[in-house]
């Protein structure tokens, strides 16, 4: 079954750019009907949306993150990524992947953000 | 800002039952919002439970349902198990292509 993994830099300077990969296992990135989303979840408190992309490529962002956030596709690697610059004290959060699920069903659009990695905990700190 | 409310709180005994809900600041919660619940434990991803207000995934267990009550979004968990205890999300999909999550609702098994 589909599989999802982040990975990238654990600790990043204040100012710097984040920049974390979710590596897509037991299924293709480029499947249609399928976005691609980054959620964060900062110590001790609650999800936060930050973008998605969908497999054409393209993207949707929370508009609080907008001016900071890219986050982009490489098929030949079956993963998509998230840059978030100028990071600060506030970007520290766990974050996560997920698969966001498009489909019909008795002729009704549904929707399910259904895979989920584990997450992965990046720290901003000097 | 859009805002998703849950309730912050909520505590239940074993095997009774229990509704959670999430009301959006613009207004009344429909299906077209597609509203999706979630299930987190301390130190654990967030796992998928509910999709598109009533369908569940195939790992849902049966006593967990999803609804629209009173112009919200509504999680009702029947015949509760202590490893129910947990944190539970909602999460609303607007215009605009955006998601936005309820604050969560920490709901204990006492």
């Known amino acids: ?62 508009p609080s993150l907008k001016s ?31 698969r966001g699920s498009w489909s019909l069903e008795r002729d009704m659009t549904l929707f399910g953000l259904d895979v989920w990695g584990k997450g992965t905990t990046v720290t901003v700190s000097s | 800002q859009t805002v998703v409310t849950q309730e912050p709180s909520l505590t239940v005994s074993p095997g009774g039952t229990v509704t959670l809900t999430c009301a959006s600041s613009t207004g009344a919660v429909t299906s077209g919002y597609y509203p999706n619940w979630f299930q987190q434990k301390p130190g654990q991803a967030p796992r998928a439970l509910i999709y598109s207000t009533s369908n569940k995934h195939s790992w849902t267990p049966a006593r967990f349902s999803g609804s629209l009550l009173g112009g919200k979004a509504a999680l009702t968990l029947s015949g509760v198990q202590p490893e129910d205890e947990a944190e539970y999300y909602c999460l609303l999909y607007y215009g605009g292509a955006q998601l936005v999550f309820g604050g969560g609702t920490k709901l204990t098994v006492l």
């Open chain 1, 1 to 62: 079954q589909l599989q999802l993994q982040e990975s990238g830099s654990g600790l990043v300077k204040p100012s710097q750019t984040l920049s974390l990969t979710c590596a897509v296992s037991g299924g293709s990135i480029s499947s249609g009907g399928y976005s691609w989303s980054w959620i964060r979840q900062p110590p001790g408190k609650g999800l936060e949306w930050i973008g998605y992309i969908y497999h054409s490529g393209s993207t949707y962002y929370n």
């Open chain 1, 68 to 98: 900071r956030v890219t986050i982009s596709v490489d098929r030949s690697k079956n993963q998509f990524s998230l840059k978030l610059s100028s990071v600060t004290a506030a970007d520290t959060a766990v974050y996560y992947c997920a």
